[in-house]
């Protein structure tokens, strides 16, 4: 198991500008090198920041996540709340039952 890495702090000063004040945070990345996303607790819920492994996973991600995901079934996509083409990060929110990759 690899060691909890802390989310970067502009990362996390970003996420909250988008979700609110962050009361918790915690690494949820996979076991491979180039997944780094984290688990955020606030007052609206939970949500997750990912940070891609570069520009083009985040492009192709980001794409998916504007265009194909709004036309699946409810539930089964994460709903892309923000996207930083500068950090290459994304803040999601998960339907119960799924995860991020």
Known sequence: MSVAQPIP??????????VGPVD???????ERPN???WELTCDG?????KLAPGPTFFGRETCAL????PGLEPVTAPLLL???PHQQALIL???AGGGVT
């Open 9 to 18: 702090p502009a990362l996390r000063e970003w996420a909250q500008s988008v």
């Open 24 to 30: 918790a945070v915690r690494d949820v990345s996979h």
């Open 35 to 37: 997944s780094r996303v």
């Open 45 to 49: 819920g939970v949500s997750f920041a």
């Open 66 to 69: 504007r265009e194909v995901a």
């Open 82 to 84: 923000a996207a930083d």
């Open 93 to 95: 929110l998960v339907p």
